[in-house]
Nanobody, 116 residues
Framework: QVQLVESGGGLVQAGGSLRLSCAAS????????INWYRQATGKQREFVAH???????RHTDSVKGRFTISRDNAKNTVYLQMNSLQPEDTAVYYC??????????WGKGTLVTVSA
């Protein structure tokens, strides 16, 4: 069983920065890729960023150059550094882990609100 706990959300003005954290339980954390997703009110959940077990990263086009995903395997934690935040980044941000056996895990999310 894996538990994911997000933190670091809050209220920030446009142009500001936040760093989200996703803390994971389990000794096999370093072997798993982790994703960040977000869901704005009234919209579908959308992919934001991915980091592989080896540290390779991918970011959706709308956040490229502004957001950076990283991981610290010693702390079982994945981060999402968010800079130059815009009101359209307002959403609940979730981290996600998918096992090769098909099991998928989600955290409860952390709310990011960006004011104009």
């Amino acid at each position: 069983q894996v538990q994911l706990v997000e933190s670091g959300g809050g209220l920030v003005q446009a142009g500001g920065s936040l760093r989200l954290s996703c803390a994971a339980s389990g000794s096999t954390f370093s072997m798993n890729a982790i994703n960040w997703y977000r869901q704005a009110t009234g919209k579908q959940r959308e992919f934001v960023a991915h980091i592989s077990s080896g540290g390779s990263t991918r970011h959706t086009d709308s956040v490229k150059g502004r957001f950076t995903i990283s991981r610290d395997n010693a702390k079982n934690t994945v981060y999402l550094q968010m800079n130059s935040l815009q009101p359209e980044d307002t959403a609940v941000y979730y981290c996600n882990l998918n096992r090769p056996n098909g099991a998928t895990y989600w955290g409860k999310g952390t709310l990011v609100t960006v004011s104009a």
